[in-house]
T-cell receptor, first 112, second 113 residues
Framework: DTAVSQTPKYLVTQMGNDKSIKCEQNLGHDTMYWYKQDSKKFLKIMFSYNNKELIINETVPNRFSPKSPDKAHLNLHINSLELGDSAVYFC???????????FGDGTRLSIL | QKEVEQDPGPLSVPEGAIVSLNCTYSNSAFQYFMWYRQYSRKGPELLMYTYSSGNKEDGRFTAQVDKSSKYISLFIRDSQPSDSATYLCAMSEVTGTASKLTFGTGTRLQVTL
């Protein structure tokens, strides 16, 4: 009965490849988010979707493209992976904009 | 200057101690204040959530917000080894249908037996 689940948990790939990370929430929330946590553990927002509509896009390179097929899913596709993309990517969701966000356990992306 | 400043620690305390974790912020638009706990290789777990100045208590945890000084704190009473984790303060300003969380850098806490 995991609330926010991400797949895969670990992703190791070569520079230049394209990869996707999937996120699903079973909380019935309307808003979903992607965050990036760097090697210094600093968490920074990347995107937010509300009911399949892009709401927040925080100056992320356009190699990153989020896609929300329905309000329970928010996937992240990354083209032409670079060394600097190595990080932990967290998905989160909230019921409304003034409600707290609940996080998944992250996807650890390593670029070789 | 970062929008949210948090002492990275690490902080090491004996079991049973009272722990005080603090963050300061510069953005007056922040309306909601949270504390998350993050264990190694896990996602942030919400501990406390508040939107007004003052204290909010939940079991051994007390969150304190002082909007006039732009300062928030988390107190942990009777600390336990299971409290050993990284604690992240987070603040948000609401823009329409989404809120953007701005995190502190996290404080690593170690509670020793």
């Amino acid at each position: 009965d995991t609330a926010v689940s991400q797949t895969p948990k670990y992703l190791v790939t070569q520079m230049g490849n394209d990869k996707s990370i999937k996120c699903e929430q079973n909380l019935g929330h309307d808003t979903m988010y992607w965050y990036k946590q760097d090697s210094k553990k600093f968490l920074k927002i990347m995107f937010s979707y509300n009911n399949k509509e892009l709401i927040i896009n925080e100056t992320v390179p356009n190699r990153f493209s989020p896609k929300s097929p329905d309000k329970a899913h928010l996937n992240l596709h990354i083209n032409s992976l670079e060394l600097g993309d190595s990080a932990v990517y967290f998905c989160a969701s909230s019921q409304m904009s003034n409600q707290p966000q609940h996080f998944g356990d992250g996807t650890r992306l390593s670029i070789l | 200057q970062k929008e949210v400043e948090q002492d990275p620690g690490p902080l090491s305390v004996p079991e049973g101690a009272i722990v005080s974790l603090n963050c300061t912020y510069s953005n007056s638009a922040f309306q909601y204040f949270m504390w998350y706990r993050q264990y190694s290789r896990k996602g942030p777990e919400l501990l406390m959530y508040t939107y007004s100045s003052g204290n909010k208590e939940d079991g051994r945890f007390t969150a304190q917000v002082d909007k006039s000084s732009k300062y928030i704190s988390l107190f942990i009473r009777d600390s336990q080894p299971s409290d050993s984790a990284t604690y992240l303060c987070a603040m948000s300003e609401v823009t329409g249908t989404a809120s953007k969380l701005t995190f502190g850098t996290g404080t690593r806490l170690q509670v020793t037996l």
